[in-house]
């Protein structure tokens, strides 16, 4: 398992850009918008990487808010599987 976290000072552009480089389509990934509290890890949102669009990272074929995720949202992103 291989893990991203995007630097606070990171505009949306920049957040795109890491996420780019760090998952594919294909891949399993869980997506954390705030950091590991009390140890415990805060998994907002858990699926399949399906697209890299321009504002928002794609899971399962699901809509922004539904499911996937706004770039500037993401704090965390960790690969589960990789394609």
Request: hydrophobic share 35%.
């Amino acid at each position: 398992m291989t893990e991203l976290t995007i630097p606070p000072d990171a505009d949306e552009e920049r957040a795109a850009q890491l996420v780019r480089e760090h998952v594919e389509v294909g891949d399993v990934v869980e997506v954390r918008s705030e950091e590991w509290a009390d140890e415990r890890q805060n998994v907002d949102v858990e699926g399949t990487v399906t697209a890299l669009e321009p504002g928002y990272l794609e899971l399962d074929e699901q809509p922004p808010g539904e499911g996937s995720v706004r770039y500037d949202a993401i704090h965390t992103i960790s690969t589960i599987d990789s394609a």
